[in-house]
């Protein structure tokens, strides 16, 4: 399959753990947060957003924590399965439709 | 099935020649976006489009360019002047009016040799 990141930062996780991946952002204009999936040969799926006036929002077994005190973001994943075995990426939306994506974090789930 | 398309999957050109890759949306979304990742780093955006006719300059546009005569389609030529043109590069659309959440493609792996 595709390389997406061979020096991607690694989270290994025993299956049925809580994942938790860290974001540090660097616009605080900003007004959105998003969490990205993506696996081997294929394109970025949208997993959630949270809006800057927010500081939770939880979806599907994942919840979405934002710190703009000191500009951080992360996603847990609760009871991690084998699928969720991905690089996650945060991305932060200022004016317009942009996205400025961060360098990505290799999720390894341990069966 | 609504969706984005890009093709190929896989290309191989040589140095010097440009290429044109090809994205299709079928979703009615208003702004298309171009991206290109290599290991280790994030996606990086080269143009994007928010509407017919228009389109603007990301933050890796030198060496490419673009054009938007249907709302579908959104191609990418890749020219001879950019000078590190193998990559992984992924096409996404969006609304357009505010919307957040952008699809994505599966992608066209570009070799450059």
């Known amino acids: 399959g595709e390389s997406v990141g061979l020096h991607l930062p690694t989270l290994s996780v025993q299956e049925g753990d809580n994942s938790i991946i860290n974001c540090a952002y660097s616009?605080?204009?900003?007004?959105?947060f998003i969490w990205y999936k993506q696996e081997s040969g294929k394109g970025p799926q949208f997993i959630i957003d949270?809006?800057?006036?927010?500081d939770k929002r939880q979806g599907q077994r994942v919840t979405v924590l934002l710190n703009k005190t000191v500009k951080h973001l992360s996603l847990q994943i609760a009871a991690t399965q084998p699928g969720d075995s991905a690089v996650y990426f945060c991305?932060?939306?200022?004016?317009?439709?942009?996205?400025?994506f961060g360098g990505g974090t290799r999720v390894l789930v341990k069966p | 099935d609504g969706g984005i398309t890009q093709s190929p999957k896989y290309l191989f050109r040589k140095e010097g020649q440009n290429v044109t890759l090809s994205c299709e949306q079928n979703l009615n979304h208003d702004a298309m976006y171009w991206y290109r990742q290599d290991p280790g780093q994030g996606l990086r955006l080269i143009y994007y489009s928010q509407i017919v006719n228009d389109f603007q300059k990301g933050d890796i546009a030198e060496g490419y360019s673009v054009s938007r005569e249907k709302k579908e389609s959104f191609p990418l030529t890749v020219t001879s002047a950019q000078k590190n043109p193998t990559a992984f590069y992924l096409c996404?659309?969006?609304?357009?009016?505010?919307?957040?959440?952008?699809?994505f493609g599966p992608g066209t792996r570009l070799t450059v040799t």
């Open positions: 616009n605080s204009a900003s007004d959105y």
């Open positions: 991305a932060e939306k200022a004016a317009g439709n942009k996205l400025t």
């Open positions: 949270i809006r800057s006036n927010m």
């Open positions: 996404a659309s969006s609304t357009g009016t505010g919307g957040v959440e952008q699809y």
